[in-house]
């Protein structure tokens, strides 16, 4: 384990010093909104307008057939957005010039999901009232998004982070033909329970349990729920070796906690926390695994709180897929938890390797 771990961090050192002589990314991104009428949801409510908001780098290029051939979709995960995807560890190792989404030769799509970003969430108004949305609901908005707003019918790849990272799961099982590749990050493509769900139950009591969140129809953010939530977040987010590094001292820890919090919280809105925390409840592809037909480069990491390797889950579940790798890497310097879904030097090479393994 120690020379894998020595092996790992050689690799990245010669990895990030080759990405870092490329040139300077010359992307120009493009937001915009696109609006879904009569949204139906699987809870069986409806809105007659959702707002999917949207940052697109690159142009679609089809095939004689019509079929887009270079679209990237790329999720982000709970309480991010498609901004999360463009801060300069993922995109400038990614979209640069030559770089292996070369967005001259890729067409990038990072959508807002719903109840994120600038989409359509309970915070715009509609508060508690707003439908109680869930993984399969995101994903018809992607699909809808894509085909309704962008004109896109195919994926080349979808890389998701956390959230997305079962988001892409879900994709794949519910729409079989419609990528080339998948690369989920930082997720398991099974039901969501045991620890996990224990500290998503924990922020969701957390808000509703709060006097001050008044049914959802608060004028001010409720002090505990989101303090509380800040909290949370620490641990679900938290690099053991990164944190041990950064804050050797007690003192230093604390300040830790009482800065981060205070930061995390005052950009909090509980209801918009909660719904998104607790849209991940029925989430489930594991009895559809089998469907699923392209080449998978599934990766998480050893120092994962929320995806603990030690219970092997994704290296039993990986089995069940026809063109599946699992790769877990392991815990060094380099990695920073379940975070490390974003430090795309980190993953890079893996890839690369899947984009080489399914050409078509």
């Known amino acids: 384990m120690a020379l894998s771990k020595v092996v790992f961090a050689l690799c990245l050192v010669l990895l990030t010093s080759s990405l870092n002589a490329q040139a300077q990314p010359t992307y120009t991104p493009v937001e915009g909104d696109v609006v879904l009428k009569n949204f139906k949801f699987q809870s069986g409510e409806s809105l007659p307008e959702l707002r999917m908001h949207y940052t697109a780098i690159g142009k679609p290029q089809k095939d004689a ?3 887009v051939i270079n679209a990237v979709l790329l999720l982000h995960g709970t309480g991010g957005s498609g901004k999360s995807l463009m801060r300069p560890i993922f995109s400038d190792v990614l979209f640069g010039r030559g770089q292996l989404l070369d967005t001259e030769r890729y067409y990038i799509i990072l959508p807002d999901n719903i109840g994120h970003g600038k989409s359509s969430k309970p915070s715009d108004g509609l508060r508690a009232k707003f439908p109680q949305y869930d993984y399969d609901d995101m994903v018809v908005a992607q699909k809808r998004l894509l085909e309704e707003g962008l004109g896109v019918n195919h994926l080349r790849l979808i890389l998701g982070t956390s959230m997305g990272c079962m988001h892409a799961f879900v994709w794949a099982v519910s729409h079989p033909n419609y990528m080339d590749a998948l ?10 329970a045991g620890r996990n769900r224990v500290w998503r139950k924990m922020a969701i009591d957390a808000v509703r349990n709060d006097p001050e969140w ?3 129809n608060y004028n001010k953010q409720p002090r505990t729920a989101v303090t509380t939530a800040a909290n949370l977040l620490i641990l679900a987010g938290g690099a053991p070796i990164q944190m041990q590094k950064n804050l050797p001292t007690r003192e230093a820890a604390d300040k830790f906690v009482e800065e981060t919090v205070a930061r995390n919280a005052a950009e909090l809105d509980a209801n918009d926390f909660m719904y998104a925390v607790a849209s991940s409840r029925n989430y489930d592809p594991s009895p559809g695994l089998e469907k699923i037909k392209v080449p998978v480069m599934f990766i998480n990491t050893a120092d994962d709180f929320i995806n603990p390797p030690e219970l092997a889950i994704a290296e039993r579940e990986i ?6 790798k699992f790769v877990l890497l392991p815990a060094t310097e380099a990695t920073f938890g379940h975070g490390t879904h974003t430090r795309a030097a980190v993953w890079a090479p893996y890839l690369k390797e899947l984009l080489e393994n399914s050409v078509r």
């Open 319 to 324: 089995k069940r897929i026809k063109q599946g």
């Open 65 to 67: 057939n019509g079929r």
């Open 183 to 192: 690369m989920p990050l930082a997720c398991q493509p099974v039901a969501i």
């Open 214 to 216: 008044l049914g959802g």
